[in-house]
């Protein structure tokens, strides 16, 4: 099967030339794995941060969010049969989907939305996962609830912003308040329903003040947590929330004593990862993300589409992403 793989660690500077298309054997399905033909896939900032930290002897595959069908099934596979189309966003520790075929436990899978094509799909499953659970089970967000609160998401333009501001608007009674620095990205924003957006090269609580709001019940932080840190605890109401997403080098809990603040990671890979006892509960929310989309509640994040699934796209796909100037997904199609 085609494949694209890196095969070096960097040493200096990117290694994002080393992402190269190679020929690999079809792998067999056995227990509660599905083989899945990859048709679409995604690329995410886990993508470039796996790429970047590659050190090891054999070439891996990448890659974290595909839409595919099913071409066979293991023994204990009780959900899906051969030629269904679905969805995922796939296991850390597992070849990704930068593949023609790939191996994906069932109890993270879930049927696509019938009304978005392969492309448009694909944007959406390690984003919409995160959010999801960043929201309800992090946050402790109550679906048609916490009216009276307000939600701010610094970075809202992103992957996981763009589905998590579609999300907190449609399915909850809160104030959405988005984080964007540019016009695109501000409009692209306020189209994914928020109520406000605030550029967050300003000082947070500053820039909040200027629409009426002086202080938020919860915060989604998802890049630059570090460099935001001072500003989302001064913009938190006291015995409020805070939930992330990325990897600050240092992040000092000691400050949030004073109001009680409360701080919550986000890791969709955890229950793949863990094998937890509650790990199909991510096929289950993925089953509702589509059947919301199927209803027009939500919409796909699709921002650009970069053509056929090739090492020489992945590489443009992986640079832009570094930039942090991406706006919604970008998607590959087809090998």
Known sequence: MKAIVITR?????????????????VPAAQGHDLLIEVKA?????VDTKVRAGFNADAPRVLGWDAVGVVK??????????????????????????????QLVDERIVALKPRTLSHAAAAALPLTAITAWELLFDRLGIKENGNEGDTLLIVGAAGGVGSILTQLARKLTKMTVIGTASRPESQQWVMDAGAHHTIDHTRPLAEALAEIGIKNVTHVASLNHTEHHYAQIIQALAPQGKLAL???????????LKAKSLSLHWEFMFTRSMFETSDMIAQHQLLTRVAQLIDEGVLKTTLGEHYGAITAENLQKAH???????SVGKIVLEGF
Not at 16 to 23: E, G
Not at 78 to 84: A, E, H, I, V, Y
Not at 319 to 325: K, L, N, P, S
């Open 9 to 25: 660690a960097a040493s200096e500077g990117s290694n994002i030339q080393f992402l190269q298309d190679v020929t690999l054997p």
């Open 41 to 45: 896939v995604s690329v995410n900032p």
């Open 72 to 101: 066979a099934v293991g023994e204990k596979v009780s959900l899906f049969s051969p030629g269904d189309e679905v969805w995922y966003a796939g296991a850390l520790g597992r070849p990704g989907s930068n593949s023609e075929f």
């Open 245 to 255: 997403i990325d990897d600050p080098d240092t992040l000092d809990a000691r400050p």
């Open 319 to 325: 640079a832009w992403i570094e930039t942090g100037r």
